[in-house]
């Protein structure tokens, strides 16, 4: 797996269902992120098993995100018109229902590529990416098919690189919003560490 942390995220231009269930074929990913923070997760196909837990979280969660300005787009290799009928098709049937934010198709398989997560099979391992104000990579982390991702990890990110970006100081271990960071020095690894070093 590369690792794409530091780096510019890749761009694309494909079709996609956007949050109010508009079909467009031309959906952009520097353009709807501009000056926003955003999370970018891929998932290997429509109508099956782990992912709609994954997207409702993510849904479920959504006025959070949007409460940071984080855009959310989900990736996966299915037709905008496959999105479209999982998003029209209900919770209790094993659809996701009207989920509030872009779900893009990548039938060429690109995205998946760019980003480094398409599996053998051809679909897209779990992989989420934070993507911070100026278009850079900061957080990545790919799971394997079977094991669904934390979608309050990626909100715990938010919040660090959020603090990190208001305040200068970087985030321990276990950090969550309201929680001290800590000055990267030395003198601060120390200072950090005599109160806090049996609490991790």
């Given at each position: 797996?590369?690792?794409?942390?530091?780096?510019?995220?890749?761009?694309?231009?494909t079709a996609?269902?956007?949050?109010?269930?508009?079909?467009?074929?031309?959906?952009?990913?520097?353009e709807a992120i501009k000056g926003k923070k955003?999370?970018?997760?891929?998932?290997?196909?429509?109508?099956?098993?782990?992912?709609?837990?994954?997207l409702l979280a993510f849904d479920h969660r959504?006025?959070?995100?949007k409460k940071r300005n984080v855009e959310v787009i989900g990736v996966s290799i299915d037709s905008h018109f496959s999105h479209n009928a999982w998003r029209n098709t209900p919770v209790d049937q094993g659809g996701i229902g009207p989920v509030k934010y872009t779900l893009v198709?990548?039938?060429t398989h690109s995205i998946c590529k760019d980003y480094d997560v398409e599996s053998e099979g051809g679909m897209a391992f779990r992989g989420s990416f934070l993507i911070d104000e100026d278009g850079l990579v900061r957080?990545?982390?790919?799971?394997d098919l079977p094991l669904g991702r934390n979608v309050d990890e990626m909100l715990?990110?938010?919040?660090?690189?959020?603090?990190?970006?208001t305040n200068g100081e970087v985030c321990p271990a276990g950090w969550t919003e309201g929680d001290k960071g800590m000055d990267a020095s030395p003198a601060g690894v120390a200072a950090y560490l005599s109160e806090n070093a049996d609490k991790l």
């Open positions: 797996m590369g690792v794409l942390v530091g780096k510019q995220a890749p761009d694309f231009t996609a269902v956007l949050g109010n269930g508009d079909i467009v074929d031309s959906f952009t990913l520097s955003a999370v970018v997760f891929f998932y290997p196909l429509d109508f099956t098993f782990v992912c709609p837990s994954e959504i006025e959070e995100f198709a990548d039938m957080h990545q982390v790919v799971n715990r990110m938010v919040d660090a690189l959020a603090f990190h970006q």
